[in-house]
């Protein structure tokens, strides 16, 4: 797949951070896809980059599983 193509289908950094804190509390797709009612598939895609989170969703995210709203805004991950 050339750059041009990838670059494409992809919309925004992938959630590093977020990915991350959700292994770190054994979280799974499927606990969070539930929470802001979407398909695991769907929060693959916002996760990966190549779909968008909406802010209710963000919000819910870390209401409910006490994340803090910086993993969604983070552009770098040491």
Do not use: W
Not at 19 to 47: N, P, W
């Amino acid at each position: 797949m050339s750059k041009k193509t990838e670059n494409a289908k992809q919309r925004h950094v992938p959630y590093k951070a977020f990915k991350l804190a959700m292994a770190g509390k054994g979280l799974t797709l499927r606990d969070v896809a539930a929470a802001i009612e979407v398909t695991e598939a769907t929060l693959s895609q916002k996760i990966n980059g190549s779909s968008d989170f909406y802010l209710s969703e963000i919000r819910t995210i870390c209401k409910t599983f006490d994340f803090d709203i910086v993993l969604f805004f983070a552009d770098n991950v040491a």
